[in-house]
């Protein structure tokens, strides 16, 4: 039986969802401490062979090849705690709809269903392979996850509509 916005919030598949998204939730948090952690013990002067002309990296001005890859790294981290946002947030909406907090036709609004897929479909950085491998791992499963939520998403609008 195919869940629909009546009862999806009871299945084990959505425990099953629920526990995946809290989970990357604490590995995102977890990697991104750890980044400014060393961030922090790094944070030493460039050497001069790093650094161009008027301070500038010689292939990007105003930025040097580790401050680049730190830039890329947050953004990357950035693109996870989107999908978690926007997976968390249908995910209470959900849970909501269980509870009868709300209507399913209340939450198939379109302010209600998964957004930012511009940003949160993007692939790119799980091949970068500058980027740490724990971030590069976390982005693929952040990914994986919204397209899981993504599908479940259409489902559950067609079941209300």
């Known amino acids: ?10 299945t084990a598949f959505f425990a099953k969802t629920w526990d995946d998204a809290i989970s990357l939730v604490t590995e995102a948090k ?11 013990a ?4 460039a ?24 830039l890329t790294a947050s953004c990357e981290m950035m693109r996870v705690t989107a999908r978690l946002t926007q ?6 909406v959900q849970r909501a709809v269980e509870n009868n907090e709300m209507t399913p036709l209340e939450a ?12 949160c479909l993007d692939d790119k950085g799980e091949q970068d392979e500058t980027l740490p491998r724990r971030l590069r791992t976390l982005l693929a499963e952040s990914r994986q996850l919204y397209v899981r939520v993504a599908r479940l998403d259409e489902l559950v609008a067609r079941g209300a509509a």
């Open 1 to 10: 039986m195919e869940p629909t916005a009546a009862h999806f919030g009871s």
């Open 30 to 40: 977890s990697c991104a401490l750890n980044a400014v952690v060393r961030r922090e």
């Open 42 to 45: 790094s944070a030493a002067p």
């Open 47 to 70: 050497a001069a062979n790093d650094i161009g002309p008027g301070g500038a990296a010689a292939n990007d001005p105003g930025f040097t090849a580790a401050q680049l890859t730190d």
């Open 87 to 92: 997976i968390m947030a249908w995910l209470l």
């Open 108 to 119: 198939a609004s379109a302010d209600r269903r998964l957004d930012r897929q511009d940003v």
